[in-house]
């Protein structure tokens, strides 16, 4: 059983996907009803405000994030566990993201630009921290020797790939 990584930004990262999936599906269900959303009145008296208060509200998560991001990372005995828990939390941030983040915003009307920039930004945000973390779990991979060209070291990543899952590591 995985035990909850409670970092302030991890919590963040993760309302900020659900938030931004969340969106993206009530973006999906007003497609449906397309001929009442897109007449005129009703796009600039509700679907406006509504973005407006999306990017808002997506800045601010930004802004938020930016806040709570530690870009140096120890791996210790006592946290590597806690860390690798972050890692992997952040990389399902990461995937659910990933055809948000990719968006080209020149093929995007002009009323999802403001939005996509801000979720494009809080993409990158994940990706500095998931990168610093990951280096210095990589910095844990043994360097094969010469002498041992029989012999491959295993990585961490296969490693943790590999744990018994049943019962939580003290380290």
């Keep these: 059983m995985q035990a909850p990584f ?6 963040q990262s993760q309302a900020a996907v659900q938030v931004i999936l969340g969106a993206q599906a009530i973006y999906r269900g007003l497609g449906r009803f397309a001929d009442a959303v897109r007449t005129t009145a009703v796009f ?9 208060a999306l990017w808002l509200l997506l800045r601010w998560i930004r802004h938020q994030l ?15 566990a806690y860390l690798r828990g972050e890692y992997d939390a952040l990389d399902t941030n990461r995937q659910k993201l990933h055809k948000l983040e990719n968006l080209d915003l020149k093929k995007l009307p002009w009323w999802l630009r403001g939005i996509a920039f801000q979720i494009r930004k809080i993409g990158e945000l994940n990706k500095v921290r998931l990168q610093a973390i990951g280096k210095e779990l990589q910095a844990l991979d043994p360097k094969p020797l010469p002498a041992d060209a029989q012999l491959q070291p295993l990585t961490e990543a296969g490693l943790w790939q590999r744990r018994t899952k049943a019962y939580d590591y003290l380290a």
């Design 6 to 11: 409670s970092t302030s930004f991890v919590q």
């Design 66 to 80: 930016a806040r709570s991001l530690q870009t140096g990372v120890q791996v210790s005995f006592s946290n590597y």
């Design 44 to 52: 600039v008296l509700l679907g406006l405000p509504a973005i407006a």
